[in-house]
T-cell receptor
């Protein structure tokens, strides 16, 4: 079945360590997105990519980095520069109409 | 950028229609209105979208006012499984950077038995 997969579902890291969240889609979608969600709040855009080898900063890109070497993959690295990394992270992809979301990765930094 | 305003929470009796309002007074002519819902700790699920005309699918109906400054999502017969946070979103399309979806804080709908 086609879809968008995020892994792992839960991730724990020590403060000061970089961590990379995986996002893979087999929908042949050009555009992919990363959002962050904090308790009781909506989704905020971190980075997005419209095509391979191109990506743009969203509203809260500081402390994050991405790459888009393949159409299917859009990994997000949470760096040690991100002040409050503990959050729920959602990846999405879209072609022309609606966006499809993964099931999210809950990152906890201790 | 077009933004949306929604009430933070609503209740609805099981079996009754749930009407979720959304204001998007700064929407531009080529921007679509989308609705998604999110059940706790899962990815948002697409419900419906529209531009000018009212839309209906197997999940819901979308009513957009003539001036496009507001819309209402209607779940015709709410069930307990419809309890979720509902997001009204404007899809902004830019020539250089493509589509962007702007999420607000949504409406937390509780369906009561």
């Amino acid at each position: 079945d086609g879809g968008i997969t995020q892994s792992p579902k839960y991730l724990f890291r020590k403060e000061g360590q970089n961590v990379t969240l995986s996002c893979e889609q087999n929908l042949n979608h050009d555009a992919m997105y990363w959002y962050r969600q904090d308790p009781g709040q909506g989704l905020r855009l971190i980075y997005y990519s419209q095509i391979v080898n191109d990506f743009q900063k969203g509203d809260i890109a500081e402390g994050y980095s991405v790459s888009r070497e393949k159409k299917e993959s859009f990994p997000l690295t949470v760096t040690s520069a991100q002040k409050n990394p503990t959050a729920f992270y959602l990846c999405a992809s879209t072609k022309n109409t609606e966006a499809f979301f993964g099931q999210g990765t809950r990152l906890t930094v201790v | 950028d077009a933004k949306t305003t929604q009430p933070p929470s609503m209740d609805c009796a099981e079996g009754r229609a749930a009407n979720l309002p959304c204001n998007h007074s700064t929407i531009s002519g080529n921007e679509y209105v989308y609705w998604y819902r999110q059940i706790h700790s899962q990815g948002p699920q697409y419900i419906i979208h529209g531009l000018k005309n009212n839309e209906t699918n197997e999940m819901a109906s979308l009513i957009i006012t003539e001036d496009r400054k507001s819309s209402t999502l209607i779940l015709p017969h709410a069930t307990l499984r419809d309890t979720a946070v509902y997001y009204c979103i404007v899809r902004v399309r830019r020539t250089n950077t493509g589509n962007q979806f702007y999420f607000g804080t949504g409406t937390s709908l509780t369906v009561i038995p």
